[in-house]
């Protein structure tokens, strides 16, 4: 069965279908040669066209425990090969695919040219022209106003723990993140990504925090007002749109990054320790001006911040996801000190020098 992708460029990238039917969103790729079942449900890819630059997905089969999420979250996926595990898989789900097609070439326009609109038809009577008027119908990211409805739970959840009371605000959470803090017995109450300030002081929370989440941060208006009425009270944190989220609640700046940072060996460097550390990501926004906050870590490859800090507040964020699910595991005590924030037994905030 055919499929054609056709692209802001101008170009139309001819595959084959290995799961039907049409899409549109923004094409984006990742590096990952692991864990294609976690970014395929995960939520931060919602309304993209997710390209695997790894040629073969599929080689170890699907598996259920390893989702971070209800269902597939790209509304496309690309490949040079799917395993039939997989293309059954993404039929099931109702999400097209596409393989057979040089996904080096598709990555090297991403690269060169930024993440673009994409449409794709794909299936026995695909054409041209469907693909192109799937692109015509995609729109920018900054555009999907309400994006966070479509990932966030629709109603209070609560992971029971003994420890430090988390108040989750769910802008798109991946459920390691939610298992990471269980594991280390917080008390977790997961709440909608449009959540009163009211609402989330009816829970008592010893930390509030951002989750990770898709689209663009200047959207998600009721987390930025929840972190903004808690900040100096309660004690924050966030991972990924999490970080821009807080830090534009807190007088900072977001922009639009050219193609975003998608895999499982971003390094990232401590300014303090000077140490480096391997990061899953999968963001396209990031924080050009921290605000009230200070940069502790950055990028090694493009100098973007990767990690913020209160100067006169507890709060601590990272743009990368230290609970990986794919990745590397060189971060996971972020969530140790989050919680030893929330219970008062952490450093002291940063110097403002």
């Not at 990211?141 to 003994?162: C, K, L, N």
């Not at 050009?288 to 601590?316: K, M, R, S, W, Y």
Request: net charge negative.
């Amino acid at each position: 069965m055919s499929a054609y992708i056709a692209l802001a460029d101008g170009r139309v990238v001819a595959g084959q279908s290995r799961a039907p039917g049409t899409g549109r969103g923004e094409l984006v790729f990742t590096t990952a040669y692991t864990g294609y079942e976690e970014s395929l449900t995960d939520p931060s890819y919602a309304e993209q066209v997710l390209t695997f630059s790894y040629p073969l997905i599929g080689n170890y089969g699907v598996r259920e425990e390893r989702f971070e999420s209800d269902s597939v979250q790209p509304r496309v996926a690309i490949a040079r090969e799917f395993t039939d595990d997989v293309a059954d898989w993404l039929t099931e789900a109702g999400v097209p695919a596409v393989d057979g097609v040089d996904t080096r070439d598709i990555v090297t326009a991403v690269r060169e040219e930024g993440a673009m609109r994409c449409g794709v038809a794909a299936g026995p009577d695909a054409t041209p022209e469907q693909a192109r008027d799937q692109l015509a119908q995609a729109v920018e990211m900054s555009d999907h106003v309400d994006i966070g409805a479509s990932v966030s739970v629709s109603e209070p959840a609560h992971y029971p723990g003994t420890g430090p009371r988390v108040a989750l605000i769910d802008c798109g959470a991946k459920k390691s993140i939610i298992d990471t803090l269980s594991a280390r017995g917080a008390d977790v109450h997961v709440l909608p990504y449009d959540t009163t300030p009211e609402t989330v002081a009816d829970v008592e929370p010893d930390v509030v925090f951002v989750s990770n989440g898709p689209g663009d941060p200047a959207n998600f208006t009721a987390a930025g007002e929840v972190a903004e009425q808690f900040a100096g009270e309660t004690p924050l944190a966030g991972i990924c749109l999490g970080q821009q989220v807080v830090s534009r609640a807190l007088g900072g700046e977001t922009e639009k990054m050219e193609f975003g940072h998608r895999g499982l060996n971003q390094p990232v460097r401590d300014l303090e320790t000077d140490r480096v550390v391997m990061t899953t990501q999968n963001h396209g926004y990031s924080v050009a001006d921290p605000g009230d906050l200070a940069v502790t870590q950055v990028n090694v490859n493009d100098g973007t911040a990767e990690g913020l800090a209160g100067v006169d507040i507890d709060c601590i964020t990272r743009q990368y996801h230290p609970e990986a699910n794919p990745g590397p595991h060189d971060s996971l005590s972020f969530f140790d000190d989050v919680l030893a924030m929330a219970t008062g037994t952490d450093t002291p905030p940063v110097s403002a020098d």
